[in-house]
């Protein structure tokens, strides 16, 4: 199916462990975002890609690493899982046009880390 | 520091009730408006935007938003709620062409039967 899908979707790992979620997108948007979403914070920007190879930081990057070598995967991942990263993850993935930016949503991956 | 401010945390209103969700930006310049809303255990859709053009925009479920460019709002409404509105509400904002939005921290909608 067409769209942008993440995976996993349920995740539990233990402190210290590395975790990498996925992304996927059909779309072909040069746009690819992650978010986190926690209580009280909204979304929260982690990274950001304009396009394959070109990756940024967003508001909150530390203890996230992120790739893009193909347009349409952007996946994350946390080198040593600490429970402050429990979180609900979203992946988003625009095509920026007439100057504005609509993001299309993942289903989310909620990561739990004990 | 520059924000999106959604005010009410949680709202609770009864079926057929009219709502009001607040949403002020502290952006200067040119901005792009968003909301989106998230149903229960699921992903975030976009229920309306602003770019350009006439301020009160219509969106998809009887939503509407109107951008007052003078109190940096953009403020949703719908006349009369549902129940399968219950969700929670986020107001967005593209700032000057960023390649990203802010999102303001959300609004928890509940609405009884």
């Known amino acids: 199916d067409a769209g942008i899908t993440q995976s996993p979707r349920y995740k539990i790992t233990e402190t210290g462990r590395q975790v990498t979620l996925m992304c996927h997108q059909t779309w072909s948007h040069s746009y690819m975002f992650w978010y986190r979403q926690d209580l009280g914070h909204g979304l929260r920007l982690i990274y950001y890609s304009a396009a394959a190879d070109i990756t940024d930081k967003g508001e909150v990057p530390d203890g996230y690493v992120v790739s893009r070598s193909k347009t349409e995967n952007f996946p994350l991942t946390l080198e040593s899982a600490t429970r402050s990263q429990t979180s609900v993850y979203f992946c988003a993935s625009s095509y920026p046009g007439q100057g504005h930016t609509e993001a299309f949503f993942g289903q989310g991956t909620r990561l739990t880390v004990v | 520091a520059q924000s999106v401010s959604q005010h009410n945390h949680h709202v609770i209103l009864s079926e057929a009730a009219s709502l009001e969700l607040g949403c002020n930006y502290s952006?200067?310049?040119?901005?792009?408006l968003f909301w989106y809303v998230q149903y229960p255990g699921q992903h975030l859709q976009l229920l309306l935007m602003?770019?350009?053009?006439?301020?009160l925009v219509k969106g998809i479920k009887g939503f509407e938003a109107e951008f007052i460019k003078s109190k940096f709002s953009f403020n949703l409404r719908k006349p009369s709620v549902q129940w399968s509105d219950t969700a929670e509400y986020f107001c967005a904002v593209n700032p000057n062409g960023a390649n990203n939005l802010f999102f303001g921290t959300g609004t928890r909608l509940t609405v009884i039967p």
């Open positions: 952006y200067g310049g040119t901005v792009n």
């Open positions: 602003y770019f350009s053009g006439y301020p």
